[in-house]
């Protein structure tokens, strides 16, 4: 997601008419994410950007705008909510959405479950009357109100000429999914004589069609506002003609109290951009022949013939085709190869194109190859970074020293020549800190920056400098810089920046960046004479030195390896919420929040960011890793982490997403130990036995086998089956252009005459074997569509609409139900 900006909000009723704002998103109404605040406008720039894996599944992704106010109480002033199914009308572009009015009977999500039955009944007097029997088993995924959620049920049956009754069901308390399991009655009919057999072949016929069930969930408050209305459900008795009983899942609905007061287009916009891929993975036979006609590709003569460079030329944009790959080369270790491959082929030909041979064209662009090492990068390098300039980033964040340069902009009250030193001083630590890191450096990016170095000394031997303009324009350019210009975008700040800060880091990295590049006239580089004036304190030959230096050991081939430093690496922190773990015998096994924090060491937590840890676990201590069931302790999102002697931490995290992240990296850093267990306990131990096993000793091996992960030594998150899919559906969208590319072929090696302007787009060096590649990647695609199609239709044939996968009023359903019943039509 990118979330822009929101424009022409309704004015504050205080004098100064400004807000402070801020915008969150959410999964139905969970948050997952929140901006910085933007204070003091009506039109608030958040310019960020947040990427997640979707854990769970959900109906509407949503994003509220909120006001700070003076008291800190914060208030929504709109949101903007799209469905599930509609997320691919916005894909991958820029709208402007308006923001909705918000209130309680519109904000719903979950499910229920009822079962309805509606029978003759004959009184003592011998006369038949009708009644209906209710139902309510069971609700799933409710929203949590003000951090909890104590759930009931009312079912009334409404008519135009009957009072209403409202029958309640018991409260539930702490959980979003309630199993009530409660039937009510209703008398539908008025009693009639016997010999009328039908249920409705009776004189009020017309007012049974009228009458309808509602089911309406609530959430039991403390406070004095009354109940909060968490959904409805409306049904018509009409349904039950053609059966006596109906069970079914049905999704809750908002509730129309006709609050259409508000015009949609006082309440302003929201700038968004969102990218939203949902890909059916298999099991991994069925990708073997498209995964080995991809990993071959580093060994395809010349490359360009290979399956992934095909992929690179026929995507719209090369970023689409480096990610999937890269993600696939890391999994198999077959990423230093392949970006040598193509490096190489890079560099012959733009000694081909440009005949002056000037090595600074080389991977200046956007080629495939350059996408692939900023992927690579980004991905082996996030722990370097986090390492390397985390530390100074958050300082500079905090501190806000004034550190503007051109005398223009300068505030009032500052002085030129100390924010000169101030600033210079910020370069001074961070080029330092950098250029001392090259023994940090992942192994990964070292053997593809020696990889660089080699093919750009071969082709261009008469330039000394090639070997580091080669190396620099990567780790300076493409690297460090944008880490320093956008720390959020590399994980080294939760949020972009506040305005001065962003300035102070953007002079940073402009100054970073020609430190690095070697370039020879260094002041010529700045369009701007006081960024010129500035640099004059670098023109030292000590920075070029420890350019070189540093390019030299990053690059070299016999380097140390990474895994012997002994530095710590900061994984992840954040805030979360722990029970006690009861080391005291007397003490309150209470939940408390703490800042928690994971390097490649160990696991600790504190009573706030910078304290000294309360505990410490040793990563060899942790045996598993593992959701807790929510019935434990009747809370969403929490897991546990199980030391030896069956201790066990429990922990809350804030949300669904940030549970599955911590999960995913405390499962992969621990994944080595020897000792990890196999089974455990997915509930808790309480009340003197386990809640899932029912067994009383607390030292009872585990009921259930543990997850476990991935192997060691395959990076973090990287699913090789999944990364295989999504490049096959990159192929199958792009058919119509390796159909093309398959013909351009055809007419190159028959007729090596001037190209049609259609096919001059590919690079095509060896016509004969890109097409056999070719050949083979429209077999594979074929293949795999025709499993795809295969699975959807014994999906549809299995699946029941009203189940409780796909309850009544699921749309994305029934889209579905149309286009698969269109399709058989098609194929009869």
Known sequence: LSLGEAKNLPTYPGPNKMRDCYCTVNLDQEEVFRTKIVEKSLCPFYG??????????????????????????????????????????YHNRDTWFQLQHVDADSEVQGKVHLELRLSEVITDTGVVCHKLATRVLECQGLPIVNGQCDPYATVTLAGPSRQSEAKKTKVKKKTNNPHFDEVFYFEVTRPSSYNKKSHFDIEDVDEVDKMEIRVDLWNASNLKFGDEFLGELRLPLKFLRQSSSYEAWYFLQPRDNGNKSLKPDDLGSLRLNVVYT?????????????????LKSADVEPVSASA??????????????????????????????????????????????????????????????????????????????????????????????????????????????????????YVDRIFTVITKSGVSCPTVMCDIFFSLRESAAKRFQGDLDVRYTAVSSFIFLRFFAPAILSPNLFQLTPHHPDPQTSRTLTLISKTIQTLGSLSKSKSGNFKESYMATFYDYFNEQKYADAVKNFLDLISSSGRRDHKSIEQPILLKEGFMIKRAQGRKRFGMKNFKKRWFRLTNHEFTYQKSKGDHPLCSIPIENILAVERLEEESFKMKNMFQVIQPERRVLYIQANNCVEAKDWIDILTKVSQCNKKRLTVYHPSAYLNGHW???????????????CTGGLPANIPLDIDGDRETERIYSLFNLYMPKLEKMQEACGSKSVYDGPEEEEYSTFIIDDPKETYKTLKLIIEGVGTLEQEHAQYKRDKFKKTKYGSQEHPIGDKSFQTYIRQQSEISAHSI
């Open 48 to 89: 960020e950007d947040f990427y997640c894996e979707i854990p769970r599944t959900f109906r509407h992704l949503s994003f509220y705008i909120f006001d700070r106010d003076v008291f800190r109480r914060d208030s929504i002033i709109g949101k903007v909510a799209i469905q599930k199914e509609d997320l691919q009308k």
């Open 278 to 294: 949902e890909d059916h993975v298999f099991s991994s036979d069925y990708y073997s022949p498209l995964r080995d006609l991809l």
């Open 308 to 425: 992934a460079h095909i992929l690179g030329e026929v995507c719209r944009e090369k970023q689409e085709a480096a990610i999937p790959l890269v993600r696939l080369f890391l999994h198999y270790g077959r990423v230093v190869p392949f970006i040598s491959a193509i490096a190489n082929a890079e560099v012959k030909r733009t000694q081909k194109l440009f005949t002056s041979r000037d090595p600074n064209t080389i991977f200046r662009g956007n080629s495939l190859t350059s996408k692939c090492i900023d992927e690579t990068m980004k991905l082996a390098g996030m722990h370097y970074l986090q390492v390397t300039l985390k530390p100074i980033i958050d300082e500079i964040c905090q501190v806000h020293k004034p550190c503007e340069i051109d005398p223009v902009k300068l505030k009032d009250g500052e002085n030129l020549e100390n924010n000169r030193e101030n600033l210079r001083q």
């Open 691 to 705: 809640l899932c096993c029912k067994a009383t000793a607390d030292n009872t091996p585990g009921c259930t086998p």
